[in-house]
């Protein structure tokens, strides 16, 4: 996070910014978002500020009636996750407030998703799939891309992505991934065991798992890690459950 920080980017990204950040986010990354948004032009405002435009949290108040924060049930100020922040940060460019929203059910909110070599049916499944639940898709590698999915390694697009993991912060993961987090309905799904060049998600058996993150997530699927990607998402390809997901 220093490191951002001390980037070359515009000290004025953030110059149209009144944001407050919700007591919910831990004291060390409220201070780190802080010094992001005030490092490049924004303002730190009280959540009943009138001039407020962006109120940072990672949830949704229960009720329109409900207050988060003291922040007004009518205020017109865009919620976003701290990810709003990270990746305007990251690629030098004000990012859309809609593409980072709390709203839990939005699973894929802040993923911006891209394929390389995949089938068609494949391809139509992830991004609809992926925009449905607040995701964005790309069919080129742009630098707005978060996630790369990948059944396979050396095609142009992986080694693209590879070169420029650090830089911008990219995941070159199987899509698999996908599919856990639709079947399981979680939202910021670790991608260490799917990501390339080693996915240990093809490694079937408990013992393959028990350094991973979210194990007790792993517990759920461990004995369908070997199935193919195409076997996984079969249930999405009909119209009916298709549709399914698009309402949610």
């Given at each position: 996070?220093?490191?951002?920080?001390?980037?070359?980017?515009?000290?004025?990204?953030?110059?149209?910014?009144?944001y407050a950040i919700s007591d919910l986010i831990e004291d060390n990354k409220r201070r780190q978002l802080a010094a992001l948004l005030n490092a490049n032009g924004a303002q730190a405002v009280p959540p009943n500020d009138p001039t407020l435009s962006h109120f940072i949290t990672t949830a949704l108040p229960h009720t329109k009636s409900q207050s988060l924060d003291g922040l007004p049930s009518d205020t017109h100020a865009h919620l976003v996750t701290p990810l709003w922040v990270e990746r305007?940060?990251?690629i030098n460019s004000v990012q859309d407030p809609a593409n980072h929203s709390p709203d839990p059910a939005l699973l894929f909110?802040?993923?911006?998703?891209?394929?390389?070599?995949l089938a068609p049916s494949d391809l139509e499944v992830l991004s609809a799939g992926i925009t449905a639940?607040?995701?964005?898709?790309?069919s080129g590698l742009t630098k707005e891309v978060t996630h790369l999915f990948a059944l396979s390694t050396g095609s142009a697009k992986y080694e693209t992505a590879v070169r420029f993991q650090k830089t911008i912060n990219i995941k070159v993961l199987v899509p698999h991934w996908f599919d856990d987090s639709v079947r399981l309905g979680v939202r910021g799904l670790a991608t260490g065991p799917y990501e390339w060049p080693a996915p240990t998600v093809f490694k079937v058996g408990w013992e393959s798992l028990q350094n991973?993150?979210?194990?007790?997530?792993?517990?759920?699927?461990?004995?369908?890690?070997?199935?193919?990607f195409h076997d996984l998402s079969a249930p999405l390809r009909d119209t009916e459950s298709r549709e399914a997901v698009k309402g949610i």
């Open positions: 996070m220093h490191s951002m920080v001390d980037s070359s980017n515009s000290p004025q990204l953030f110059s149209n910014v009144f305007t940060i990251i909110s802040s993923i911006t998703a891209a394929a390389t070599d639940l607040g995701g964005q898709w790309r991973e993150e979210n194990i007790s997530i792993f517990t759920h699927f461990s004995s369908d890690l070997s199935r193919p």
